[in-house]
């Protein structure tokens, strides 16, 4: 493909996962606006995403599981046993309106974007991320695991060697149960340390072929810079993929609800630039969890804008800061009182301190000496 491509879909505007749940607040559609007011996201790079069939999710979901997501759908009720067999109906995992059409929009995306990268090139779908999603049961507002799909596509279509990184702020237990043991799928997690699921500890490589850094609350920008520096960058290099998966959850964004770290959307991006500036052919951008819906949008649109040769700077567009001027959220007292610079730049002041602490240093020292699995011969 010629330019990047955004995968999307206005399911994403009217769905919610009701009126108390962080996912109520606008994210995906945030994005898609912020991103056209901003001038990057021409007809031409946009692809609306195909809800994902049944049988195409049957690639690592159980049959029966999927078949309950429907049913509870349409009659927008739970069985008596669906709580207790599937988690479904629970208050982190709730019945709503688009319980089945909504998760399998987002797996479409990312199951399409596997096929449209087998020849190489760059997709976002920042509806994707959603990766705690378990084969036969929803789990932490992941009904499935697109990004696990994602990659079992990638393989589907000839993309054997695949690097996943996630960033998100909790730690990616599904991914994990998708992956684990793997030779030929990298994962590296770096995520809040005793966040929910409470797994990913250092000394868990799932089998041989993860790196999980759990790392400590008020985590700021140098730290992630070391951690970019001395272990995810040289990881992927070394481990030579066909394709990189990276999930940007802006839960580990300050300010977000849900988590306690203290990083600027500037860490993420320069983990991007980074992981692009490797020249692997392929590389399949997703989003995760955030629920602020000021971070989210402000950092998710800067990644797209960085997919495409712009750097996000101190000003938008007027209408950009309309769309963010438009956003509400009460979900805690910066919400309720917004800062002036979440309307008027998507990037933040970067959260700099007097460098990396003795922890995360020898925590990252501990995982750049672990071993790579070897490399399957087929």
């Known amino acids: ?116 990268l087998a020849q190489g090139g760059v997709i976002y779908n920042p509806a994707g991320g959603t990766h705690h999603g378990l084969p036969a049961r929803a789990n932490g507002f992941c009904y499935l695991n697109d990004p696990v799909l994602a990659m079992l596509s990638l393989r589907h279509h000839g993309v054997q060697r695949i690097a996943y990184v996630d960033i998100d702020a909790h730690h990616c237990d599904g991914v994990a149960a998708g992956f684990a043991g793997d030779p030929d799928c990298l994962m590296i997690s770096v995520h809040e340390e005793g966040l929910w699921p409470r797994t990913g500890v250092i000394d868990d490589d799932a089998g041989g072929n993860a790196i999980n850094l759990p790392v400590p609350r008020g985590l700021r920008d140098s730290e992630m810079a070391h951690i970019r520096d001395a272990l995810i960058l040289p990881k992927v290099a070394e481990f030579a993929p066909d394709a990189i998966v990276f999930l940007c959850g802006a839960d580990a964004v300050e300010d977000d609800p849900l988590a306690h770290l203290s990083l600027s959307n500037n860490a993420h991006w320069d983990i991007l630039r980074g992981l692009m500036a490797l020249g692997v052919p392929r590389l399949l951008v997703l989003g995760g969890g955030g629920y602020n819906p000021w971070t989210v949008g402000r950092m998710w649109t800067g990644v797209w804008g960085i997919l495409n040769g712009h750097t996000p700077g101190e000003d938008l567009t007027k209408a950009g800061e309309e769309v963010l001027r438009a956003l509400t959220f009460h979900g805690n007292s910066r919400g309720r009182n917004p800062p002036e610079h979440w309307f008027t730049t998507l990037r933040d002041a970067p959260q700099e301190d007097a460098g990396t602490s003795p922890v995360v240093r020898q925590r990252v020292a501990t995982l750049a000496r672990r071993p790579f699995p070897k490399r399957h011969v087929w």
Request: charge should be positive; hydrophobic fraction near 40%.
């Open 1 to 116: 493909m010629d330019k990047p491509l955004f995968i999307g879909h206005e399911i994403f505007r009217g769905s919610s996962y009701g009126p108390k749940h962080p996912l109520r607040v606008p994210r995906v559609s945030t994005v898609i606006d912020l991103s056209r007011a901003m001038g990057w996201l021409p007809r031409a790079q946009y692809v609306t995403a195909p809800r994902a069939k049944p049988k195409a999710l049957h690639a690592w979901h159980d049959p029966d599981y999927i078949a309950a997501l429907q049913r509870v759908e349409a009659a927008q009720q739970t069985q008596s046993d669906d709580l207790a067999r599937y988690g479904i109906g629970s208050v982190t995992n709730p019945v709503f309106p688009e319980i089945f059409r909504r998760p399998a929009t987002a797996a479409g995306g990312s199951i399409l974007a596997g096929e449209l």
